[in-house]
């Protein structure tokens, strides 16, 4: 679309510049003595910057018509709000008679001294000279005043600004009587007379606006004025609503190339009803054919300045309109703007929020900074967090402005739509619907934007969000430390992991086989060691075992925002001497609500840094940004992380037992494939003794390996390709595939020979992960050998006592004796020792419970139960 200052082309006095408030203030008295701007004094030029409005047109008719004898009217008030026309219409009238051939009496109340009278003015002015008017005593209706007026007919009588004049003569006193109640009986007399007598007419101007009316005697003057004048007036209007956007296109514009205007008015139409950006309730011909009467602007300008502005009785609604109008166009005269609209009112414009500020109050002043212009304004801010794709249409300030030239009315009618504020922001190269973005992201951003029910509008009354930052500042660190900690514990969860919180004491976390989650406000290597490496004076044997989930330091400053408004917010609801309103209260009751679902998700992006032991130091893994809405309590999140990640196994496949263990080695101890997963830092972690035996069972089925326990230093295969039962014993190994098919081809009499067996002290290397050594079974005893070949029996009870040393030898025994028997009951009796209850929770009870045995404990023999 083309610039609009290349359609409608402004006038050269707003090109440039001169915008004082001269130049649109219509001054009679000046133009009567051939002074003041030239747009008035100047007859042809004051009329080609004027358009004549049917109430203009037939103001003229009507007065011409009575002062060349035709009939008519012979008293005229104009009577309209303040700054309506009244005195432009004067002035027209005044040109008008010069052309019509009538003598012109001019009277204007601002100017007219307190002592002088209307009856010696229009002797002086019809005559030149005061000779039979000079008392303070109105003359009355007498022959002296109608040969007076007779004789210098056809005459144009015009008063402007009546009202004050009789104001100020109010205070002259002219014998037990005043000038002003004087005046008033003249004024009857005077229209009574002009109404006897033809071809004078008398045109005044009265007030609507009571701001005029000064105080309370002025305002009865005026009813007395009314009833004085009204028996023989006619009332007239100069300036419908209608037609204002006609008088401003006319005194601002030179020249509106019409084609062009209407293919602008076309595509913002096209754009706008696409958009769906049409005033509720109004047909797209009808907004049409308002924005064509308006172009270069978009009708909201002219509603908002003359309707609603208009309304303040201390606006002047012509004269005001063409001000601001006239300084906005000189602002954007070099800009590529299609039209104008209420956004494109430059609030940084020193001149146009002064024009402003007069009607509202200067406290505005701050409200504007605050919110709109200063470059670290919420509307600036707004912008850019829009993205760099509209950053530069600046939407945030444009959706601002467009509510703040709304808020303001003289009624009660104020303040924008969604709607409203999209057809005024929206620019036609970009979708209305990012406008809404910004209005959402305003009302978070500013201090003084209200807004009720479906209405956005400016006060000078801070809105929650000056509250919520005055109580944002007061809340102390501690407090956040608290709430962060609170939000922990609603947030870990206690499975599948162990899970500490906050606990950097090493003695109070327990040594145990089971996978812990230790969540520390901070990664201070020196603590962490201490937790992986002691617990309390002791050394820690299962170091393998402990994750340390830690918060990533630049997420912290979005959660303390996050969590200080969440305080604030709380504050706000429970301070009862705030007088807030019911909306205010929904909104502070939404933004707790929402704020829970935020700060779960600011948890989860705070506590991310995952420290996992490893062979020299810490691994550390970032669990990433998690998913919007996510639910999982952290421990099943970092449970599901490490387990994707290969750092959790809940299963390991049999084929990489054998590649990882067996592929040099003959045999491996199933007991220390165990523990070197929870001992040994930097290996690989299987979930549980459980998961251990179905893998090892799996690979015994498939024959993978072979399951057999060291005799003699070297290892007896006892299951290959069926099911196994697994111990996890001292002396129970696994077996490489080959040496059990050869010990199975051997006939069952023949004395096996063993082949030489793995060396003990051979460590074990399972890559960059543990190196452990396993150990050797003791011998099994002749006797013991004898025992178990001996004949079958249906059931067979065993009572022995074992030497010190000898559990190992045990092992290979119990395995055989299960093979050849359904039911195996052990009772151990232990004497001439100490066990402690943490000994035998941790040592004892829970290897019992990775197998999957629930022993019976004697009560009287330990305090455990």
């Known amino acids: 679309m083309l610039p609009f200052h290349t359609i409608a082309i402004p006038h050269d006095d707003i090109l440039r510049g001169r915008l004082t408030m001269e130049v649109f203030a219509a001054d009679l008295g000046e133009v009567a003595r051939g002074r003041g701007v030239a747009e008035y004094r100047d007859s042809a030029l004051f009329f080609q910057k004027t358009f004549v409005t049917a109430g203009l047109r037939t103001l003229f008719d009507v007065v011409q018509q009575r002062l060349a004898g035709q009939g008519g009217d012979p008293v005229i008030q104009l009577q309209t709000p303040f700054g309506g026309g009244k005195t432009h219409a004067l002035i027209a009238l005044y040109h008008k008679a010069a052309e019509w051939g009538a003598r012109r009496v001019v009277m204007v109340g601002t100017t007219m001294a307190a002592t002088d009278t209307l009856w010696g003015q229009i002797e002086q002015q019809l005559t030149g000279q005061r000779v039979r008017f000079t008392d303070l005593v109105a003359p009355g209706r007498g022959e002296a005043l109608r040969a007076l007026l007779t004789a210098h007919a056809p005459a144009l009588i015009l008063i402007d600004e009546l009202l004050e004049y009789v104001t100020k003569a109010a205070g002259t006193p002219v014998g037990e009587s005043t000038l002003a109640a004087q005046t008033i009986a003249f004024m009857q007399e005077l229209t009574e007379l002009i109404g006897a007598i033809d071809r004078v007419v008398l045109v005044i101007t009265l007030p609507t606006s009571l701001i005029e009316h000064y105080d309370p005697s002025a305002e009865r003057m005026f009813q007395q004025l009314q009833r004085v004048s009204g028996r023989v007036e006619r009332i007239y209007a100069p300036v419908r609503d209608d037609e204002i956007t006609h008088v401003i296109r006319r005194r601002l514009f030179a020249q509106i190339k019409e084609r062009e205007a209407m293919q602008a008015v076309d595509t913002f139409m096209e754009y706008a009803t696409r958009e769906g950006l049409l005033p509720a309730g109004v047909e797209p011909s009808e907004y049409r054919a308002r924005f064509l009467a308006s172009y270069p602007f978009l009708p909201d300008v002219v509603d908002a300045l003359y309707q609603r502005w208009g309304s303040f009785s201390s606006f ?12 906005v166009i000189a602002a954007h ?40 212009t200063a470059p670290d304004a919420g509307a600036v801010k707004v912008s850019a967090d829009l993205g760099s794709a509209y950053r530069g249409l600046h939407l ?19 303040g924008a739509t969604l709607v409203d504020i999209k057809r005024n922001a929206a620019t036609l190269s970009s979708p209305a619907a990012v406008v809404a973005e910004a209005v959402e992201k305003l009302k978070g951003r500013l201090f003084y934007l209200q807004y009720q029910g479906d209405r956005y509008f400016f006060s000078n009354q801070a809105n929650l969000n000056r509250l919520l930052l005055t109580r944002m500042e007061n809340i102390a660190d501690r407090e956040i430390q608290e709430t962060e900690k609170a939000l922990l514990r609603q947030q870990a969860g206690s499975a599948p992991l162990n899970v500490f919180i906050w606990c950097d004491r090493s003695a109070d976390i327990p040594d145990t086989p089971d996978l812990k989650l230790i969540i520390l406000p901070d990664a201070h290597e020196t603590r962490m060691n201490e937790l992986r490496d002691t ?22 400053a979005q959660f303390a925002v996050l969590v200080r408004r969440m305080l604030a917010y709380q504050r706000m609801q429970n301070d009862a001497s705030l007088k807030l309103t019911d909306e205010q209260r929904r909104e502070i009751r939404e933004n707790l609500k929402r704020l829970e679902g935020d700060l779960g998700d600011a948890v989860r992006r705070l506590y991310r840094q995952v420290y996992l032991p490893a062979r020299e130091g810490w691994k550390r893994l970032d669990m990433g940004l998690p998913t919007h809405g996510e639910t999982r309590p952290l421990s099943r999140q970092v449970y599901d992380h490490l387990r994707s990640q290969g750092e959790i196994l809940e299963k390991i496949a049999p084929l990489a037992i054998r590649e990882r263990f067996l592929k040099d080695r003959d045999t491996v101890s199933t007991g220390q494939l165990v523990r070197a997963g929870l001992v040994t830092p930097g290996e690989a972690r299987v979930i549980s003794k459980s998961a251990w035996r179905e893998s090892i069972i799996e690979g015994v089925q498939k024959g993978l390996f072979g399951l057999g326990d060291m005799h003699e230093n070297r290892p007896v295969c006892r299951s290959y390709n069926e099911t196994p039962s697994v111990s996890f014993a001292d002396s129970e190994v696994l077996i490489r595939d080959d040496l059990c098919k050869e010990q199975r081809a051997r006939k069952p009499t023949e004395t096996p020979t063993y082949p030489p067996a793995s060396d003990p002290s051979r460590p074990i290397h399972d890559g960059p992960g543990t190196t452990f050594k396993p150990e050797p079974a003791p011998p099994i005893g002749e006797e013991q050998r004898r025992d178990a070949v001996s004949a079958p029996n249906r059931t067979l009870t065993l009572a022995f006592t074992i030497p010190r040393g000898r559990v190992s030898g045990l092992m290979g025994v119990l395995h055989f004796l299960q093979t050849k028997y359904a039911h195996m009951e052990i009772t151990l009796h232990l004497r001439d020792g100490a066990l402690s209850d943490q000994e035998l929770e941790e040592k004892v009870m829970e290897a019992f419970r990775q197998m999957g045995i629930t022993p019976r404990i004697d009560p009287g023999a330990t305090p455990w139960e």
């Open 316 to 327: 002047q609604r012509t004269r005001g309109v063409l001000r601001l109008l006239a300084l």
């Open 333 to 372: 005269k070099d800009r590529d703007l299609p039209f104008i609209s209420l956004a494109d009112i430059n609030l940084s414009d020193a001149e146009i929020r002064r024009e402003l500020l007069k009607h509202i109050g200067a406290e505005f002043d701050s409200v504007i900074a605050a919110d709109i």
């Open 396 to 414: 945030g300030e444009r959706a601002a402005t467009a509510i703040f030239m709304s808020s303001f009315s003289g009624g009660v009618e104020k």
């Open 535 to 556: 617990k309390g004076e002791a050394r820690r044997v299962y170091r393998n075992t402990l994750f340390i989930l830690t918060p990533l330091e630049s997420e912290r």
